[in-house]
């Protein structure tokens, strides 16, 4: 490939010379933040550099949940977090959401309000119910959400699922098609006039008072501001508040039924979806926690025949199955849920750490991204 200073005058005048703002990253944060910077600043140049050919972070691989969060991973976190904190970043899931669907249009990413389960295997306390009726008194006072949570026990007979003795409905979650968000949000760039470098990855900047010097694989190029929406990856940056954590997801061949819906199992760790007559089933990074803090993406053996073993037991136990895709993605967490939106100095400023939530929050932390330039 040629480096920037082979390319012509063309080229250079329009990919390289007088950004404004460039934003490293071309995942649902990345393009969220040039969406949202566009919004904010009609007339100015936006360039995002993608190391991929395609996006290679969580933003394609994701299981496609439109989700705030189940029962007992809000009880789960309420126990051990500050309790405005647990709030808070479930302020942000619903503010993001909503921002998404105006964005995006739900027919553009196939929303589906199919509405989520969290179920309970039967080796695990239930909610009590005055637990339940707490968690809908908040979302009614704070975000005007009516009767979140209800019992819903009967879904696991209908679904065919074994091994869990209680099942709680939230008619507010959904899911998505994944693939059809990212290009979706991609055609949203282009039409906004937001150039694209892929295959071009950041390896360095350094900042003065007034631009950023970016030292990417093909050369250096500058901009006003530089953002940084690398998620998981961003660990050299944020040394001890960001750690990489790889998620794994399979998906069956057909099913000869269907099972319909979004659901979590065992406080978040495991997590099921419908794809037409296909599940998609995920989760069991608790399984292997220190091989799965990394960036790399393989499959751990391990994690892969738990799920197996649960898809067989528990989640399709009348049902032959096949396994037709099966892949891993990294996501960015901490030690809270909250992800990190802030100026590492004048110029540059970083959008990541997304947890298992960046479909939800993306839209709001672009938001927020934008008002740091
Ligand atoms: C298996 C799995 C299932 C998930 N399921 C859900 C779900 O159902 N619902 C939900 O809300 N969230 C889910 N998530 C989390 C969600 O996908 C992420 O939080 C979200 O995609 C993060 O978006 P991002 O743009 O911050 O990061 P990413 O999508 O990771 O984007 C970062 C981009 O930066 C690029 N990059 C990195 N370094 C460089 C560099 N040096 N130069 C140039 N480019 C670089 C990467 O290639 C990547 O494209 C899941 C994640 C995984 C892995």
Same mark, same amino acid.
């Given at each position: 490939?040629?480096?920037?200073?082979?390319l012509?005058?063309?080229?250079?005048?329009?990919?390289?010379?007088?950004?404004?703002?460039?934003?490293?990253?071309?995942?649902? $944060?990345?393009?969220?933040?040039?969406i949202?910077?566009?919004?904010?600043?009609?007339?100015?140049?936006?360039?995002?550099?993608?190391?991929?050919?395609?996006?290679?972070g969580a *933003?394609?691989?994701?299981?496609?949940?439109?989700? =705030?969060?189940?029962?007992?991973?809000?009880?789960?976190?309420? *126990?051990?977090?500050?309790?405005?904190?647990?709030?808070?970043?479930?302020?942000?899931?619903?503010?993001?959401?909503?921002?998404?669907?105006e964005?995006?249009?739900?027919?553009?990413?196939?929303?589906? *309000?199919?509405?989520?389960?969290?179920?309970?295997? /039967?080796?695990?306390?239930?909610? !009590?119910?005055?637990?339940?009726?707490?968690?809908? *008194?908040?979302?009614?006072?704070?975000?005007?959400?009516?009767? $979140?949570?209800?019992?819903?026990?009967? %879904?696991?007979?209908?679904?065919?699922? #074994?091994g869990?003795?209680?099942?709680?409905?939230?008619?507010?979650?959904?899911?998505?098609?994944?693939? #059809?968000?990212?290009?979706?949000?991609?055609? %949203?760039?282009?039409?906004?006039?937001?150039?694209?470098?892929?295959?071009?990855?950041?390896?360095?900047?350094?900042?003065?008072?007034? &631009?950023?010097?970016? &030292?990417?694989?093909?050369?250096?190029?500058?901009? /006003?501001?530089?953002?940084?929406?690398?998620?998981?990856?961003?660990?050299?940056?944020? #040394?001890?508040?960001? #750690?990489?954590?790889?998620?794994?997801?399979?998906i069956t061949?057909?099913?000869?039924?269907?099972?319909?819906?979004? =659901?979590? +199992?065992?406080?978040?760790?495991?997590?099921?979806?419908?794809?037409?007559?296909?599940?998609?089933?995920?989760?069991?990074?608790?399984?292997d926690?220190?091989?799965?803090? +990394? &960036?790399?993406?393989?499959?751990?053996?391990?994690?892969?025949?738990?799920?197996?073993?649960?898809?067989?037991?528990?989640?399709?136990?009348?049902a032959?199955?096949?396994?037709?895709?099966?892949? /891993?993605?990294?996501?960015?967490?901490?030690?809270? !849920?909250?992800?990190?939106?802030? /100026?590492?100095?004048?110029?540059?400023?970083?959008?990541?750490?997304?947890?298992?939530?960046?479909v939800?929050?993306?839209?709001?932390?672009?938001?927020?991204l934008?008002?740091?330039?």
């Open positions: 490939m040629l480096s920037f200073d082979q012509s005058f063309w080229e250079r005048q329009e990919y390289l010379e007088d950004n404004t703002f460039v934003i490293v990253g071309a995942g649902l $944060v990345g393009m969220s933040a040039a949202a910077l566009r919004e904010r600043y009609p007339n100015e140049k936006i360039l995002i550099l993608e190391r991929g050919y395609m996006p290679t *933003s394609t691989k994701n299981a496609g949940f439109a989700c =705030f969060g189940s029962p007992t991973e809000i009880l789960d976190d309420l *126990s051990c977090m500050a309790e405005q904190s647990v709030w808070q970043t479930i302020a942000l899931r619903i503010e993001g959401l909503q921002k998404l669907k964005r995006i249009g739900l027919a553009s990413m196939d929303f589906d *309000s199919c509405g989520s389960w969290d179920l309970i295997s /039967s080796n695990m306390n239930a909610p !009590k119910s005055e637990e339940l009726h707490y968690l809908n *008194s908040e979302f009614e006072r704070l975000f005007g959400f009516k009767e $979140v949570y209800c019992n819903d026990t009967d %879904k696991i007979e209908k679904s065919g699922f #074994k869990f003795t209680f099942a709680i409905k939230n008619q507010y979650e959904g899911s998505i098609n994944t693939g #059809k968000l990212m290009h979706a949000l991609h055609q %949203k760039c282009i039409a906004k006039n937001i150039r694209f470098l892929f295959s071009t990855a950041v390896l360095g900047w350094t900042a003065t008072a007034s &631009e950023v010097s970016i &030292e990417t694989t093909f050369g250096l190029l500058r901009s /006003s501001q530089l953002f940084i929406c690398t998620n998981g990856f961003a660990q050299h940056i944020f #040394k001890n508040e960001l #750690k990489p954590a790889r998620a794994q997801v399979i061949k057909p099913l000869s039924h269907q099972i319909r819906g979004t =659901f979590h +199992t065992d406080r978040g760790y495991y997590y099921f979806r419908d794809i037409g007559n296909r599940i998609l089933f995920g989760g069991g990074r608790h399984l926690l220190i091989t799965e803090t +990394t &960036e790399e993406l393989h499959a751990n053996s391990l994690i892969h025949e738990a799920l197996i073993y649960k898809l067989r037991e528990e989640i399709l136990p009348h032959p199955f096949e396994i037709d895709y099966g892949w /891993s993605g990294i996501m960015g967490m901490g030690q809270d !849920k909250q992800p990190i939106i802030r /100026s590492v100095n004048k110029n540059v400023h970083a959008g990541v750490r997304m947890g298992g939530m960046g939800a929050i993306a839209s709001a932390v672009g938001d927020a934008s008002k740091l330039a």
